[in-house]
């Protein structure tokens, strides 16, 4: 199934998996005896074969699809963790690391950035191409989640923009073709942001230069053209 075509579905279909995710649980007991399936998969050793990684991810998937909407995050996160570390060469795991950066942000009062960074570096470390999500930045239909996205977020949330600009200092030698317009301004914050003034300048600049006369980007545009000014003064 193609990226664009599951965008809408799965967004909703995290929305209906996670809803009660949030809330507090008494009913939550009832999930807590293990589907005979799963049980009997998880005890077998590790690495499952592919079949049994198929068999593993769709039952825990069905399990919760039928979840209490009291059951608590932790629930969603002990099942999701458990497609991703036994099931990593099905779709279903790709899928999990996508709803579970979901939760993360979003089903508590304060956002686990720190978990997002560390399961999102794990997911790019383990996978170069998906059919799931996007492995560029930003792709060309904004809708699909990008664990890259996701991950450089979670950085500018914690403050390591270094890291961010560190991923660019590697990316660009290679060449700028694969860049969108939002990765020049990305790289340049981040340079920005690390005491890397004269390298900020050249790639607002840059940013500057590949988004003339478009007006989609700028309010973008004013703070690059604000901060090459203010960077060249020092």
């Known amino acids: 199934m193609k990226i664009q075509t599951i965008a809408l579905v799965m967004a909703v279909g995290w929305c209906l998996a996670a809803g009660g995710a949030g809330q507090a649980t008494s009913g939550a007991a009832g999930q807590e005896k293990e589907d005979p399936r799963i049980e009997a998969l998880l005890k077998k050793p590790a690495p499952l074969s592919l079949a049994d990684q198929e068999a593993l991810g769709k039952a825990v998937f069905a399990k919760l699809s039928g979840a209490s909407d009291e059951a608590k995050p932790e629930f969603y996160e002990r099942y999701y963790k458990i497609v991703m570390d036994r099931c990593p060469d099905t779709n279903r795991a790709h899928e999990s690391y996508w709803r ?135």
């Open 100 to 234: 579970l950066t979901n939760l993360y942000t979003q089903a508590y009062d304060e956002p686990r950035h720190a978990e997002v960074v560390k399961i999102l570096e794990q997911f790019l470390a383990r996978y170069k191409t998906s059919t799931i999500v996007s492995m560029k930045k930003y792709p060309e239909e904004p809708l699909v989640f990008s664990p890259l996205k996701s991950l450089h977020q979670a950085y500018e949330d914690l403050g390591q923009h270094a890291k961010v600009a560190a991923y660019y200092d590697k990316a660009a030698p290679s060449g700028e073709a694969a860049f969108a317009i939002y990765d020049y301004f990305d790289y340049a914050s981040a340079l920005d942001k690390t005491g890397r003034a004269k390298d900020a300048v050249v790639w607002y600049e840059k940013f500057l230069k590949k988004t003339q006369g478009n007006e989609d980007v700028d309010f973008m545009r004013e703070i690059a053209a604000d901060r090459v000014k203010e960077l060249k003064k020092k």
